[in-house]
């Protein structure tokens, strides 16, 4: 097992990964921008090391200067986290010539993967069933039309080095089919550096099924079973569930031993996550992400894997915790994505000062988060305050905690999603489970709906509590208290 490693992230996702070190013994390196310079998963590391400007690019997506902290810090491994550098292939090479560890697999496996049509191609070459579509990416005009024509409309029109639904056209004739192309290529060209675009029939109506991988560098591949991931705006993902609700054993069986040959069929190690759409009775590859996903707790909480542990052990050179058939599925879990975000104003991000927090607790209920009171979410980064995740013994427990667990959750100051949460936890489409990626825009009014009566009553809520929250006088005291606590934490740091 390493000794240190350096984590290039930040907020929750870096303390999630120094949580498996502290439990491991592992001394964990934060990186940290300006912005962040207060932010509590610096607070939390080992050691912490800032680098600079907030800008991302400046900072975060810095690979000289993260290999920099590495050398200097003595770490012996990098964890990327998800965001930022996670599917960099970059940085995967600049570890391996500076005989630094990746903590996930290695670079030219990265960048295989990272090209949609290079991807699609692998996974067709294995077997594993694609989207119908072009196997080669495309800048000529009437070869897209062509190829449009011969798949037949509607079609989709994608960034070949995207992700997160950036830049992504859904075309259903062909006096669209230019103008999205255009207009692809050029947010393509400006977010990814890479004006590659490519065409795939557009499944109408599908629901978005994942399924967790984990493999060693022993040769050994598993899945650790599957997540719904359906409910999104914009092919963004706003709240995820495990198992999926019309998963069989069955279809686990075909779905996983296919996520499963995708992974080993180009040597894939560590954690992974290979993507499906499934659309009546079929199902197929969308893309796998080379890192560890948002969504991961709830595999574990249904699987009971530490899934961050199992990245730093296999990356260490262990073998994998257990074989296909150990893996159990128990109960249900749910995850909600809590963004500083105004769900009323179509999601526009909302940084700002965190006036009044108190997260929610009890059984069954965990959250992930990297935010405090009188904390200011700034406005470089994505806004994300925290994941709060449910679980229960069935799908129906699993929702009313979580409504119990949303209701208790108070954060003030800025305005978050979790209203739109609570909306949905009332939606009597997604209790009956009807889910498909366009389910937000489908069921709008009724969200919108639940919404305005759900802000309503919160707005009593929150006139109540604040005078609850502590009042500005003692903010100095608090203070004192809180540097109190971070010079103890700091000395306990040298402890281990």
Do not use: W
């Not at 919404?451 to 809520?461: G, R, T």
Request: proline share 4%.
């Amino acid at each position: 097992m390493f000794n240190k490693i350096l984590i290039a992230n930040r907020g929750e996702i870096a303390i999630r990964v120094m949580r498996a070190c502290k439990e491991l013994g592992v001394k964990s390196v934060a990186v940290y921008s300006d912005a962040d310079s207060n932010s509590l998963f610096a607070k939390y590391a080992n050691e912490a090391y800032n680098i600079g400007n907030p800008s991302p690019s400046q900072s975060y997506l810095n690979i000289e200067k993260i290999i920099d902290v590495a050398e200097k810090s003595g770490a012996e491994a990098i964890h990327p986290g998800y965001g930022f550098l996670a599917e960099n292939p970059k940085l995967g090479f600049e570890c391996e010539k500076h005989g630094i560890k990746l903590i996930g697999p290695n670079g030219s496996i990265i960048e295989a993967m990272g090209s949609k049509i290079e991807s699609k191609k692998l996974m067709e070459k294995a077997g594993v069933p694609v989207v119908p579509g072009t196997a080669k990416g495309i800048t000529d005009i009437d070869e897209a039309v062509d190829i449009a024509e011969s798949i037949g409309y509607p079609v989709i029109v994608k960034a070949s080095a995207g992700g997160g639904g950036i830049g992504m056209r859904t075309v259903y004739e062909e006096d669209e089919l230019v103008r999205a192309i255009e207009s692809t290529q050029s947010v393509a060209a400006s977010a990814f550096g890479d004006s590659t675009i490519y065409i795939e029939k557009y499944i109408e109506e599908p629901r978005h099924i994942e399924f967790q991988i984990l493999a060693d560098e022993h040769g050994n591949t598993i899945h650790a079973a599957d997540r719904e991931c359906s409910i999104q705006r914009r092919h963004q993902k706003l709240i995820e569930e495990a198992p999926s609700p019309i998963m069989t054993e069955e279809l686990r069986e075909e779905m996983g031993s296919a996520a499963v040959k995708a992974a080993s069929s180009i040597g894939y190690t560590n954690a992974g996550t290979v993507e499906f759409l499934y659309s009546n009775g079929e199902f197929y590859f969308l893309e796998m992400n080379t890192r560890i996903q948002v969504e991961h707790p709830i595999t574990e909480i249904i699987t009971g894997i530490d899934l961050v542990k199992e990245q730093l052990k296999i990356a260490s050179g262990e073998e994998l915790c257990c074989r296909q058939e150990d893996i159990t599925v128990r109960g249900h879990a749910i995850e909600c994505r809590i963004n500083a975000e105004d769900p009323m104003n179509d999601f526009a991000p909302n940084p700002g000062k965190i006036t009044g927090y108190r997260s929610p607790g009890g059984i069954g209920v965990r959250v992930d988060s990297g935010v405090y009171m009188n904390y200011t979410i700034p406005s470089f980064y994505d806004s994300m305050i925290s994941k709060l995740i449910v679980y229960g013994m069935t799908r129906d427990e699993c929702i009313a905690r979580m409504r119990r667990a949303l209701n208790e959750y108070i954060i003030l100051g800025v305005k978050t999603t979790i209203p739109f949460h609570k909306s949905m936890m009332l939606s009597e489409s997604f209790i009956k489970a009807k889910l498909h990626t366009h389910f937000v825009d489908e069921y709008r009014d009724e969200i919108m709906g639940h919404m305005a009566q759900v802000m309503k009553a919160d707005e009593k809520i929150a006139a109540r509590l604040k005078s609850t929250f502590l009042p500005s006088p003692k903010i100095a005291a608090v203070s004192a208290a809180v540097n109190s606590y971070v010079t103890n934490l700091n000395n306990s740091k040298k402890e281990l």
